[in-house]
Nanobody
Framework: QVQLVESGGGLVQAGGSLRLSCAAS????????MGWFRQAPGKEREFVAG????????YLPDFVKGRFTISRERAKNTVYLQMNSLKPEDTAVYYC?????????????????WGQGTQVTVSS
């Protein structure tokens, strides 16, 4: 099984930036795509960003594309989510996710492992 631990969340003013980190373990002989989801109070969990196991391709939905960037540092088994130009509507708990395959998981049913979540709050 894959264990995921997020960090880097916090409080930031609108227009500011944060970088989230996700440290993975138990992936020595596995090749999983990685990604990020978020969930605001009273709303469904939604896909934010994904990166293939190889790191050759990424996918982000339109509502964050151009503001967020996903990357990975293989030597540290860590995936990052750089968030710039943050908006109040970005406020949510952000969850790191490992897909069940090498393909990016955009649906919850395609996620094999979840992190515990880290809170991101953007003030007006």
């Amino acid at each position: 099984q894959v264990q995921l631990v997020e960090s880097g969340g916090g409080l930031v003013q609108a227009g500011g930036s944060l970088r989230l980190s996700c440290a993975a373990s138990g992936r020595t002989f596995s090749r999983y795509a990685m990604g990020w989801f978020r969930q605001a109070p009273g709303k469904e969990r939604e896909f934010v960003a994904g990166i293939a196991w190889s790191g050759d391709s990424t996918y982000l939905p339109d509502f964050v594309k151009g503001r967020f960037t996903i990357s990975r540092e293989r030597a540290k088994n860590t995936v990052y989510l750089q968030m710039n130009s943050l908006k109040p509507e970005d406020t949510a708990v952000y969850y790191c996710a490992a897909a069940r395959s090498t393909w990016i998981a955009t649906m919850i049913r395609d996620v094999g492992s979840w992190g515990q979540g880290t809170q991101v709050t953007v003030s007006s």
